[in-house]
């Protein structure tokens, strides 16, 4: 039986399509923008960035929890094709390149999760899901930048002065983007902790021997280091090795899409020698900075049609495994959620169904997150004892974010439930367990309110329901050939 999700079913079809205008062309709006293309609304996304910038650059880890949704939808052979399944860690010290320890992923337990670890760039998995998009009716338009946004009446105002409007808008622009601050009224930024992600790319052939076995696995490589880390593994095919080196903040204000400036030699004057190469030979760096957030309450503006999804709903700290999954998860979620659509009354409660659902999650995930980007970094007596731990793991055999009893049973069993996580299997429980009883209790209401008590007793006749449940129960409505360009 394969690890893989073999989900192959066409998803619900809506039996009302509306419009859906996202702001932001990255991984989070094309991804909403398919996913809800595959349940037949129409979908408009504009990027204020050109193509070849929007793609971006550097590498990605996408883990089962992502992989599953882009096999559900059709895009296995496409990411094999750009990608590479990973199922090891190996981990040393920053400092000393000393070994401690690997990490082999367990396959049952990839079974169960119905994904794979895969690796690949930024600018590959763009590239995978805007070709998807673009074939299954999808409008992008690039060097389209949003100066205001009105949620009240569901428009937006590009540069050019030109307003486009639609029935719902998605907030896709990430944590600096005109929704987050639509949507809380003001610019809310986090609070830099002191700590960057410095993102480059290195030749392959750099490689040091030491870590040829990640060669032959497609590892990922992880040093522990006093207020520095790193992250790296295999990008196109082998050829190259996306580095993602944590260190001292020098300028609080890096974000992705700066322009790489950073000498690498300059961040990592403590590293293992061994790694000299990788260091003479690496692109200059993009600063990121690592900046913790609040959680914000409102996803969905109040007085309006505006959700943020991604960034812009929750930032991750950069580099992290589940950072892109989390906004593809928000995307698979929302058009589930729509594809049960029937009338325009539905769009608010599903919206903020969709906050409902999503943000216990999203925000248990990212704490957890920003607690491994500082976990790696850790120094004195904490690294001490994270490093004796996992040594005396791994000399005994063991793979060394297994645990046995408590606390270490118990983040593994985390682990577990983070992968194994199904979100469109959550939104179609909600679809069951409310969205469904409350049709049919507003149903029931139309029809009482409805009903012909004779003369003197009321002064309706009987009328069919306002809902057509049919449509909540088979596959209907448009599909991605009966796209109409003009409905924009």
């Known amino acids: 039986m394969s690890a893989e999700s073999s989900r192959s079913n066409p998803p619900l079809q809506t039996s ?7 702001i932001g062309g990255g991984i989070a709006g094309l991804a909403c923008a398919l996913a809800l293309r595959r349940v037949g609304h129409h979908a408009l996304v504009v990027e204020r960035r050109d193509r070849r910038s929007a793609r971006g650059e550097g590498g990605i880890r996408l883990p089962p929890n992502l992989t599953k949704i882009f096999f559900h939808w059709g895009l296995r052979d496409a990411l094999r094709e750009k990608g590479l399944v990973s199922h090891t860690i190996l981990f040393t010290r920053y400092e ?8 082999v992923w367990d396959q049952d337990v990839l079974r169960e999760t119905r994904g794979v670890f895969m690796l690949m ?3 590959d998995l763009h590239d995978v899901l805007y070709e998807a998009a673009i074939r299954a009716g999808v409008r992008v338009r690039f060097n389209a930048d949003v100066t205001s ?7 937006v105002e590009l540069a050019t002065g030109e307003v486009l409007t639609g029935d719902v808008i998605v907030g896709a622009d990430g944590e600096y983007g005109p929704c987050r601050t639509a949507v809380l009224g003001k610019e809310v930024r986090g609070n830099p902790t002191g700590l960057a992600m410095y993102d480059t790319v290195v030749p392959g052939r750099y490689l040091p021997e030491h870590l040829a076995s990640l060669r032959e696995d497609n590892g990922v490589f992880v040093a522990f280091g006093e207020g520095r880390a790193i992250v790296a593994y295999a990008v196109h095919g082998g050829a190259d090795y996306a580095f993602q080196f944590y260190g001292p903040d020098e300028n609080p204000e890096g974000k992705y899409g700066d322009s790489p400036t950073v000498s690498i030699a300059e961040i990592t004057r403590t590293l293992d020698p061994r790694l000299e190469n990788v260091v003479r030979h690496a692109r200059k760096g993009v600063r990121v900075t690592i900046r913790a957030h609040d959680d914000i309450e409102d996803w969905v503006e109040d007085d309006g049609r505006l959700v943020l999804i991604g960034e812009a709903a929750h930032p991750f700290p950069p580099g992290t495994i589940q950072a892109t999954a989390m906004a593809v998860e928000d995307g698979a979620v929302l058009a589930k959620l729509f594809s049960h659509l029937s009338e325009d009354r539905q769009i608010e409660s599903f919206l903020f169904a969709f906050q409902d659902l999503r943000q216990a999650r999203a925000r248990s995930v990212r704490a957890g997150e920003f607690a491994s980007a500082f976990f790696m970094t850790i120094d004195g007596e904490g690294a001490a004892q994270r490093d004796a731990a996992m040594k005396a793991k791994s000399t005994s055999g063991g793979n060394v ?3 046995g009893e408590g606390e270490a049973n118990s983040l593994w069993e985390e682990i577990r439930t983070i992968f194994g996580y199904d979100c469109e299997d959550e939104a179609d429980d909600w679809w069951v367990q409310w969205g469904l009883l409350r049709e049919r209790a507003l149903s029931r209401q139309t029809d009482d309110a409805d009903v012909d008590y004779g003369e003197g007793e009321g002064e309706g006749h009987a009328a069919p329901s306002l809902l057509d449940f049919s449509a909540m129960t088979v596959q209907v409505s448009s599909t991605a050939s009966d796209y109409d360009a003009e409905a924009w």
């Open 16 to 22: 009302h399509p509306i419009k859906f205008l996202i």
């Open 96 to 103: 000393s390149g000393e070994y401690l320890g690997r990490q």
């Open 121 to 123: 760039t930024h600018a």
């Open 149 to 155: 946004i009105d949620p009240e009446e569901r428009e």
């Open 401 to 403: 974010l297994e645990g």
